[in-house]
C-alpha cells in the first residue's frame, strides 16, 4: 500500500515536468526565392518556417547563423482573404460578436461582455495575459492595439486570447470591478497565411510593416538584425531561409497498439504522449490524414496501479476523453487496453483493445 502511494504521488509531480517542443528549426544557407525555399524545404523538411509564439521565435534565431545572412525567409505570405486570428497563436474556436465582420486593419476591442472590431489605429486601454501566473492583467493607459500588443510582450506574455465563455465572463469581471467600459483583446483580422496551412495568427512585424511597398510585397522575411523584426518583401528576392521539422509524425500503417510502440521507439523516438493542450493541437493538425477512424497514442491502463499512464510515466494530467473513456478497468488483466485520439472532428480520446490495428502518430524528438 506504501509503495502504491508513493508511486502515486510521484506521478502526480511529474505533470508539471514535461515541455513541449513542437518543432525544429533549420537554417538553410543558400539564396532562394521564396517559392523556390518552399519547394526545397517541402521535400527536404516539413516546409518553410512556421513560427506559433515568441518561444518559437526565439527557437528560430538560434537556428541562424547572423554572420552569414540579414534576411530570412519564413513560411508567411498573403492571400486574398481576410480571417480572425488570436496575437498569441491560438486557434479562433469561441466568440462572442455584437456584430461580425471583418477586412484590413480590424481589431477586436470587448464591451459589455460581446466583441467589437475597430481601426486598429483608435486608442483604447487594454488586456494582457501573462502565461507564468496564468491570469489577466488591464492596464490603465490608452494606446493604439499594435502598441498594446508590444507592451504585453514586453512586460507580460501578450494581448490576451478568450478561449471560452469562462475567460470572456472572467475579463468582463475585472473590467466593472476596475470601472473600464472598453478593452483592447488579442483578437484581429489579417489576410497573411502560413505555407503548412497552420492557423497561427502570431506575428511579429516592425512597426511600419507590413507596408506593401509597390503592391508586390507578398511574402515575409526575418530581419536577423532588427532584434528579429518581420518585414514584408517581394517573393522573387533571393535570400536564404529557414525550414521546419514538426515533431509529430503520423504513420499510415495500421498495427496493434505493441507493433505500433515498437515501430516509433525503432523508426523515430516513440509513440506520442498528448500530455497538454498544446500537444493536443499539434496531433489535430497531423491526424487528418489518417486511414483509419482512430490513431494510437502513448497512453495505456497499467493494470498493477489500475490507472490510466503514459508510456513514458507520466500521469495524465491534461485529458480529452470522449464520455464513457477513461474510467477505471474492472477486468484490466483479461483485456489490455490502450488510448486512441479519434479522427474525427473533436478529436476526443477512446479507450480500445491493444490488440485494434490502426494508424498511430509517434514523436520525433
Given at each position: 500500500m506504501t509503495q502504491t502511494l508513493y508511486f502515486s504521488v510521484l506521478l502526480i509531480a511529474l505533470c508539471s515536468l514535461s515541455e513541449c517542443i513542437q518543432r525544429r528549426y533549420h537554417h538553410i544557407n543558400m539564396n532562394k526565392t521564396w517559392t523556390e525555399a518552399q519547394r526545397?524545404?517541402?521535400?527536404?523538411?516539413?516546409?518553410?518556417?512556421?513560427?506559433?509564439?515568441m518561444n518559437d521565435m526565439n527557437q528560430l534565431m538560434k537556428s541562424v547563423d547572423n554572420s552569414l545572412t540579414r534576411l530570412v525567409w519564413i513560411g508567411l505570405n498573403r492571400s486574398s482573404v481576410y480571417k480572425w486570428k488570436w496575437s498569441l497563436g491560438d486557434p479562433v474556436k469561441y466568440t462572442n460578436w455584437y456584430r461580425d465582420s471583418n477586412g484590413p486593419d480590424d481589431c477586436v476591442?470587448?464591451?459589455?461582455?460581446?466583441?467589437?472590431?475597430q481601426d486598429c489605429n483608435t486608442n483604447m486601454r487594454f488586456i494582457c495575459y501573462n502565461e507564468s501566473s496564468k491570469g489577466f492583467i488591464i492596464d490603465g493607459s490608452s494606446v493604439s492595439w499594435r502598441d498594446a500588443q508590444?507592451?504585453?510582450?514586453?512586460?507580460?506574455?501578450?494581448?490576451?486570447?478568450?478561449?471560452?465563455?469562462?475567460?470572456?465572463?472572467?475579463?468582463?469581471?475585472?473590467?466593472?470591478?476596475?470601472?473600464?467600459?472598453?478593452?483592447?483583446?488579442?483578437?484581429?483580422?489579417?489576410?497573411?497565411?502560413?505555407?503548412?496551412?497552420?492557423?497561427?495568427?502570431?506575428?511579429y512585424w516592425r512597426s511600419d510593416q507590413p507596408d506593401n511597398?509597390?503592391?508586390?510585397?507578398?511574402?515575409?522575411?526575418?530581419?536577423?538584425?532588427?532584434?528579429?523584426?518581420?518585414?514584408?518583401?517581394?517573393?522573387?528576392?533571393?535570400?536564404?531561409?529557414?525550414?521546419?521539422?514538426?515533431?509529430?509524425?503520423?504513420?499510415?500503417?495500421?498495427?496493434?497498439?505493441?507493433?505500433?510502440?515498437?515501430?516509433?521507439?525503432?523508426?523515430?523516438?516513440?509513440?506520442?504522449?498528448?500530455?497538454?493542450?498544446?500537444i493536443q493541437f499539434m496531433v489535430t493538425k497531423v491526424i487528418h490524414q489518417s486511414s483509419?477512424?482512430?490513431?494510437?497514442?502513448?497512453?495505456?491502463?497499467?493494470?498493477?496501479?489500475?490507472?490510466?499512464i503514459w508510456i513514458r510515466g507520466e500521469a495524465v494530467c491534461y485529458q480529452n476523453w470522449a464520455p464513457g473513456n477513461g474510467t477505471k478497468l474492472m477486468n484490466c488483466n483479461t483485456e489490455h487496453r490502450a488510448g486512441a485520439v479519434q479522427s474525427g472532428e473533436d478529436h476526443l480520446w477512446i479507450s480500445l483493445p491493444q490488440s485494434q490495428q490502426l494508424n498511430f502518430i509517434c514523436s520525433r524528438y
Open positions: 526545397y524545404c517541402r521535400e527536404n523538411y516539413t516546409d518553410l518556417a512556421t513560427v506559433n509564439n476591442y470587448m464591451r459589455d461582455g460581446s466583441w467589437r472590431h508590444i507592451f504585453c510582450r514586453q512586460h507580460h506574455t501578450d494581448l490576451t486570447s478568450v478561449r471560452n465563455q469562462t475567460e470572456n465572463q472572467q475579463i468582463q469581471k475585472i473590467m466593472n470591478d476596475k470601472h473600464i467600459p472598453e478593452v483592447w483583446i488579442g483578437l484581429f483580422s489579417d489576410s497573411w497565411e502560413w505555407s503548412d496551412e497552420s492557423k497561427s495568427g502570431f506575428r511597398r509597390g503592391g508586390s510585397e507578398d511574402c515575409t522575411a526575418v530581419s536577423v538584425t532588427e532584434q528579429a523584426q518581420w518585414h514584408d518583401a517581394p517573393c522573387s528576392f533571393s535570400q536564404t531561409f529557414v525550414c521546419h521539422e514538426d515533431n509529430l509524425i503520423l504513420i499510415q500503417m495500421n498495427l496493434s497498439w505493441s507493433e505500433a510502440l515498437r515501430y516509433c521507439r525503432e523508426n523515430h523516438v516513440d509513440l506520442v504522449s498528448v500530455d497538454s493542450e498544446e483509419t477512424e482512430a490513431v494510437w497514442m502513448g497512453l495505456h491502463y497499467y493494470c498493477q496501479m489500475n490507472l490510466w
